[in-house]
């Protein structure tokens, strides 16, 4: 599979970068749809997701140059050089969920329902995007043999684009983007019997199902980053799931309350 989805002249553009921009139109669209439902307006949505992708970017890429600093010790300019590669999930969802708490608090809106109304189609970007790994041939497992990946029942294309340089990998991106895909479709129907009563259920399902996923897949993975000889995907999976039973807890008490 050849990473490059068009060159024009001497710039080449990535599936990467046209996935990631599908995922956000898409997450776009249909927030704004929602937005209608709980009192968010077009405007508060369109300047909070154009703040948001910017905000992502660079949080994705802090994060990777933190937990892996010993790549740009030397040429601390190359941190700049974000199309060479070196973007990290775990930063966008940080980063993006801090700013939306603090941007919908300037604004004087529900945090939680803010976060409720665009947390299925990060997931749902996150399923899609994960294909960009698959095109950059990364974010994959061991060393593994074809007889396993036929095993599988994997269409031939993703067999094929699993032989890297003659050797073939475990496609843990493919079960992340089936892990993220069934956790949207676990959000759409929360939402629908919700409807947004419980601000924080959709956030904290999500912190618990993707940091549940995450932390399995993580381990299989070749090229994580560490802290202290420990994954960092994995410290914040475990922590994410941690704040989100505690999420859901609280719900569950308040509304006993009620």
């Not at 932390?215 to 420990?230: A, N, Q």
Request: charged share 15%.
């Amino acid at each position: 599979m050849d990473r490059t989805f068009i060159k024009i002249g001497n710039i080449n553009i990535y599936w990467y970068s046209i996935l990631i921009i599908v995922s956000v139109f898409i997450g776009y669209y249909f927030s704004l749809r929602e937005a209608k439902k709980n009192g968010l307006t077009k405007n508060f949505i369109s300047d909070l997701v154009f703040y948001l992708v910017i905000v992502s970017i660079l949080g994705a890429r802090l994060y990777y140059v933190i937990f892996n600093f010993d790549v740009f010790k030397d040429e601390l300019l190359d941190i700049f050089k974000i199309w060479e590669g070196g973007i990290a999930i775990y930063g966008a969802v940080i980063s993006a969920i801090i700013f939306i708490i603090i941007y919908s608090k300037k604004k004087k809106k529900n945090s939680l329902l803010v976060l409720d109304t665009l947390v299925p189609y990060l997931i749902l970007g996150q399923g899609i995007g994960r294909w960009g790994n698959f095109f950059n041939k990364e974010a994959h497992g061991a060393i593994t043999t074809l007889n396993h990946l036929k095993k599988l029942h994997l269409p031939n294309f993703i067999i094929n684009g699993m032989n890297i340089n003659g050797s073939y990998y475990i496609p843990t991106f493919l079960y992340e983007s089936i892990w993220c895909l069934i956790g949207f479709i676990i959000l759409i129907i929360i939402r629908k019997k919700d409807q947004y009563k419980h601000p924080g259920a959709l956030l904290f399902t999500y912190f618990i199902w993707y940091g549940i996923g995450r932390f399995i897949i993580e381990g299989m993975r070749t090229d994580s980053l560490y802290f202290l000889g420990l994954r960092v995907s994995q410290l914040v999976s475990v922590i994410l799931i941690i704040i989100g039973i505690i999420g859901i807890i609280k719900i569950i008490i308040k509304n006993k309350r009620k």
